[in-house]
């Protein structure tokens, strides 16, 4: 698969949508939906993209999840939301919700092998989200903190 | 112009529920409370907030103290009200109380605007089911599903959603509800299964799970470690691997519950 072609448009497009569905889910009202369904949108087409790139998993989890928080610091404050919320809700694609279920079908078949594999595999990308969130929040406070001084 | 004392921590102490209720990080909830008590001219104030509980204790300019505490109980995700929320305290702190404070809103009223946005509900229920079985839906697109399955990852997803509805009337622990979440993505998932022909379970399944993983737990846990506080920070960070152990427990005890049966 390249990068920049109408199958990633379309995972583009599934993400935000379903990112969509989740902010309504959890009430957020109005056109908002709109920015935190395309944080989730951009997480997962960024992770597609450096992906093919860089033919790194972990470092593909940790460009995209810098990215999104980086476009959740800029934009949250412009349409009136915390940036928790956004963050929260652009992440949501990436976390590894499909390796945990692996995983125990894996250990349920008796493989002990590929479930330890699989475990190891959602531990990493859980970890790497978190690096990801922690350097652009530590970030954020720093720069924030500078400004108001000068 | 002096205000009543337990008043305004009436205030600041509903401004913390709302926002820690509805899963808001502690350190925004702390933020948030101190500054509607300096806008209300009370600039000493004290809080320290855990995922469980809030303290917060005002301090007038005649050192008399109002301390109050607060157990928190039954948090649920509901980031539109930490929005209004944050909304209505960054309009009161724009609105210059100190230098004029006719201008700027009444005790009385804010604590009315509050108790309104706890009563408010912007989408009626059938419509957060069925954006609950979207979600699934376009999820289980997302991880490589055809279009059948995301047709019956839908109804797995507004099947889940309902029931999660009628789960969460009773009050669980959060670990529990997880679990019994993912039990019924694996009990619907293959219920749908014996009559739609032609499709993949992991696909659904993975779309139904994705409702249920603890996205907030582990953002509100990193943002807090890393703003200083280290006990909501390891609270949160527990809770999501609880409800991840959850998840993993209450599907795959489902799965080999069917597989026993000969599914």
């Given at each position: 698969?390249?990068?920049?072609?109408?199958?990633?448009?379309m995972?583009?497009?599934?993400a935000?949508?379903?990112?969509?569905?989740f902010?309504?889910?959890?009430?957020?009202?109005?056109?908002?939906?709109?920015f935190?369904?395309?944080?989730?949108?951009?997480?997962?087409?960024?992770?597609?993209?450096?992906?093919?790139?860089?033919?790194s998993?972990?470092?593909?989890i940790?460009?995209?999840?810098?990215?999104v928080?980086i476009?959740?610091?800029?934009?949250?404050?412009?349409?009136?939301?915390?940036?928790?919320?956004?963050?929260?809700?652009?992440?949501?694609?990436?976390?590894?919700?499909?390796?945990?279920?692996?995983?125990?079908?894996a250990?349920l078949?008796?493989?002990?092998?590929?479930?330890?594999?699989?475990?190891?595999?959602?531990?990493?990308?859980?970890?790497t989200?978190?690096?990801?969130?922690?350097?652009?929040?530590?970030v954020?406070?720093?720069?924030?903190?500078?400004?108001?001084?000068? | 112009?002096?205000?009543?004392?337990?008043?305004?921590?009436?205030?600041?102490?509903?401004?913390?529920?709302?926002?820690?209720?509805?899963?808001?990080?502690?350190?925004?909830?702390?933020?948030?409370m101190?500054?509607?008590?300096?806008v209300?001219?009370?600039?000493?104030?004290?809080?320290?907030?855990t995922?469980?509980?809030?303290?917060?204790?005002?301090?007038?300019a005649?050192?008399?103290?109002?301390?109050?505490?607060k157990?928190?109980?039954?948090?649920?995700?509901?980031?539109?009200?930490?929005?209004?929320?944050?909304?209505?305290?960054?309009?009161?702190?724009?609105?210059?109380?100190?230098?004029?404070?006719?201008?700027?809103?009444?005790?009385?009223?804010?604590?009315?605007?509050?108790?309104?946005?706890?009563?408010?509900?912007?989408?009626?229920?059938?419509?957060?089911?069925?954006?609950?079985?979207?979600?699934?839906?376009?999820?289980?697109?997302?991880?490589?599903g055809?279009w059948?399955?995301?047709?019956?990852a839908?109804?797995?997803?507004?099947?889940?959603?309902?029931?999660?509805?009628?789960?969460?009337?009773?009050?669980?622990?959060?670990f529990?509800?997880n679990?019994?979440?993912?039990?019924?993505?694996?009990?619907?998932?293959?219920?749908?299964d014996?009559?739609?022909?032609?499709?993949?379970?992991d696909?659904i399944i993975?779309?139904?799970?994705?409702?249920?993983?603890?996205?907030?737990?582990?953002?509100?846990a990193?943002?807090?470690?890393?703003?200083?506080d280290?006990?909501?920070?390891?609270?949160?960070?527990?809770?999501?691997?609880?409800?991840?152990?959850?998840?993993?427990?209450?599907?795959?005890?489902?799965?080999?519950?069917?597989?026993?049966?000969?599914y």
């Open positions: 698969m390249r990068p920049f072609d109408t199958l990633t448009l995972q583009f497009m599934w935000f949508l379903s990112i969509i569905g902010s309504i889910r959890t009430n957020l009202r109005g056109w908002r939906v709109l935190t369904g395309l944080g989730g949108g951009l997480a997962w087409a960024l992770y597609l993209i450096i992906l093919y790139y860089s033919n998993l972990l470092f593909s940790f460009g995209a999840t810098l990215l928080c476009y959740s610091e800029l934009t949250a404050r412009r349409i009136g939301i915390p940036v928790s919320v956004v963050v929260i809700c652009s992440i949501i694609p990436l976390v590894p919700g499909s390796g945990l279920y692996y995983c125990m079908r250990y078949a008796g493989d002990m092998a590929e479930a330890s594999l699989w475990i190891t595999k959602t531990l990493m990308i859980a970890g989200i978190a690096i990801g969130i922690a350097v652009v929040s530590s954020t406070n720093l720069v924030n903190r500078v400004l108001n001084r000068f | 112009m002096i205000r009543d004392i337990r008043e305004i921590s009436d205030i600041a102490l509903e401004v913390g529920r709302l926002i820690l209720q509805s899963g808001g990080t502690t350190n925004r909830c702390e933020k948030m101190t500054s509607v008590c300096r209300y001219g009370f600039p000493n104030t004290q809080s320290f907030v995922p469980t509980g809030i303290f917060i204790s005002v301090i007038d005649d050192l008399n103290i109002s301390t109050q505490i157990r928190i109980e039954g948090r649920y995700i509901d980031l539109g009200k930490i929005s209004l929320v944050n909304e209505l305290v960054n309009k009161l702190e724009k609105s210059h109380c100190q230098e004029d404070p006719s201008s700027c809103l009444k005790p009385a009223d804010f604590m009315k605007r509050l108790q309104d946005i706890d009563n408010y509900r912007p989408y009626p229920e059938w419509v957060r089911t069925l954006c609950g079985g979207g979600t699934s839906g376009f999820f289980c697109l997302l991880f490589g055809s059948l399955e995301f047709i019956v839908f109804f797995v997803g507004i099947l889940v959603s309902f029931t999660m509805r009628l789960i969460s009337l009773l009050k669980m622990n959060n529990l509800i679990a019994l979440g993912a039990a019924m993505v694996v009990t619907f998932a293959k219920l749908l014996i009559w739609v022909p032609f499709i993949k379970l696909n993975i779309g139904g799970i994705m409702l249920l993983v603890p996205g907030l737990s582990m953002t509100n990193i943002r807090d470690t890393m703003s200083g280290l006990v909501s920070g390891t609270a949160r960070a527990v809770e999501a691997l609880m409800i991840s152990v959850g998840i993993a427990a209450g599907s795959g005890s489902m799965l080999k519950i069917w597989s026993l049966l000969g």
